[in-house]
Nanobody, 124 residues
Framework: QVQLVESGGGVVQAGGSLRLSCAASGRTSSSYRMGWFRQAPGKAREFVAAFSWSGGSTYYAYSVKGRFTISRDNAKNTVYLQMNSLKPEDTTVYYC?????????????????WGQGTQVTVSS
């Protein structure tokens, strides 16, 4: 089992920045890879960013590429999502997730564990 706890959400003005954190515990970090998703009310959960299985690459949704950056601190078992140039349409709940298998990291179905989510609100 892997437990994931997100933090760092909040309210920010358009053009501002936030950094989300996801602390993982449980199984050894080498056995899974992390990603970030978001979900607005009444909509499907959508991919935001993730690490490749090798860990050498990162993937981003087109809507956030160039503005968001996924990073990690292995010593702290923590993954971050730095969000810059935030837009009102980025307003939603953000989730971190962990997957135990390789393959395309953009699919919700690939992930085995999920955090509780953290709300991000961008005001115009």
């Amino acid at each position: 089992q892997v437990q994931l706890v997100e933090s760092g959400g909040g309210v920010v003005q358009a053009g501002g920045s936030l950094r989300l954190s996801c602390a993982a515990s449980g199984r050894t970090s080498s056995s899974y890879r992390m990603g970030w998703f978001r979900q607005a009310p009444g909509k499907a959960r959508e991919f935001v960013a993730a690490f490749s299985w090798s860990g050498g690459s990162t993937y981003y949704a087109y809507s956030v590429k160039g503005r968001f950056t996924i990073s990690r601190d292995n010593a702290k078992n923590t993954v971050y999502l730095q969000m810059n140039s935030l837009k009102p349409e980025d307003t939603t709940v953000y989730y971190c997730a962990a997957r135990e298998t390789s393959g395309q990291p953009m699919y919700v179905q690939k992930y085995n564990y999920w955090g509780q989510g953290t709300q991000v609100t961008v005001s115009s």
